[in-house]
């Protein structure tokens, strides 16, 4: 007689179970996927284990919408420069791969266990507990599921963190939902908050975003399908990742990079349309041997360490510029603006 298979969440309650606490890691600058999905895996080991569970991740948040999910919603995350572990602690890497650096393990440390949606290469690790789905949109709605086998009913902030982080992820993915998407959107529909999901959509902007997202469009440059807009100096970080979505929509483009200087770190963010030449494909080219990156094929981002890279940010930017149109296969090396002076002049 053949024993009943064992649902996923159940595999890794049981792995969970040989330890005395789990910390769940999300990845540096955790986005709201990270977040809500961490959140889920939270609750699973505090209800269904009751024992000491903690969610962690480095790096500040950045985007305004991020900030105003964190604000309503108050997922119970740590963020922290570093990690003390021991025998009796069991790790859970979400939303990132163990081979990526981005995160509190470094790529170093193999996880016990590990819930990822994104595409990822063979890490070596050997892994007591992998889910790995590419197909699914979003963490979220790996661990929505594990809820739903658990028969744990969302809280109003849970059901409503897990509904935007699909919703997020929708955007930047560009491809079809799976069967388990549809069935985390449906299920968690009849429980999250619309008015505060609205919110969080909507949030307040500082007059300074406005100031420099006037001189992201003024320094935009357009080469052939692809565009390069490279900012100084920025106080709304999340300003390189929302120029790029609203450039990649301009009529005729097919990729975009755009960059900044952050104190002694470049970050940079790429979007793309099309199969033939993926945003994280590009980045891959354009920052070996200077830095690390990350995303979906369509959206993606990559942070570099200025002074270990050994130039200044003007030859960085060149080099970068340089690197990027050789990826997109352009033999155009002046650009012309996006936004043309004398144009808005005549205007005027």
């Known amino acids: 007689m053949t024993s009943k298979k064992l649902k996923r969440s159940d595999r890794l309650l049981s792995v969970l179970d040989e330890y005395h606490e789990t910390m769940v890691i999300m990845h540096n600058n955790p986005d709201p996927d990270a977040i809500a999905a961490g959140w889920a895996l939270f609750l699973l080991v505090n209800q269904r284990l009751r024992k000491p569970v903690r969610l962690v991740g480095r790096g500040p948040i950045l985007r305004a919408e991020n900030l105003q999910f964190i604000k309503l919603l108050q997922p119970p995350i740590e963020l922290v420069d570093e990690i003390s572990l021991d025998a009796h602690t ?42 790995m789905r590419p197909k699914a949109t979003a963490s979220a709605s790996i661990t929505a599921e594990y809820m739903r086998e658990q028969r744990l009913e969302p809280a109003p902030q849970i059901a409503t963190a897990l509904l935007y982080a699909i919703r997020t992820e929708m955007i930047g993915a560009r491809k079809a939902l799976s069967r388990l998407d549809h069935s985390a959107l449906r299920w968690l529909s009849s429980f999250a908050e619309y008015d505060v999901l609205s919110e969080i959509e909507n949030p307040p902007l500082p007059r300074y975003y406005y100031e420099e997202l006037l001189l992201g469009l003024d320094s935009a440059l357009v080469y052939s399908d692809s565009a390069v807009c490279f900012l100084p100096r920025i106080t709304a970080a999340e300003i390189v990742g929302e120029l790029a979505d609203l450039l990649i929509r301009c009529d005729g483009l097919q990729c975009v990079l755009c960059g900044s200087r952050v104190g002694d770190d470049l970050l940079l963010s790429s979007r793309s349309k099309g199969d033939e030449r993926t945003a994280l494909a590009l980045l891959n080219q354009v920052l070996r041997g200077l830095g690390h990156f990350g995303g979906h094929l369509h959206r993606a981002g990559g942070k570099i360490c200025v002074p270990k890279s050994g130039m200044d ?34 205007r005027l």
């Open 90 to 131: 069991a790790t859970v890497l979400v939303d990132c791969s163990p081979a990526s650096v981005n995160h509190l393990l470094g790529g170093q440390i193999a996880p016990v266990a590990v819930i990822d949606h994104h595409e990822s290469k063979d890490d070596g690790f050997r892994i007591p507990f992998r889910d």
């Open 313 to 346: 940010s003007d030859e960085l930017e060149h080099e970068l510029r340089t690197r990027w149109l050789d990826a997109c296969g352009s033999s155009i090396r002046r650009g012309q603006r996006l936004v043309g002076r004398k144009e808005i002049a005549r």
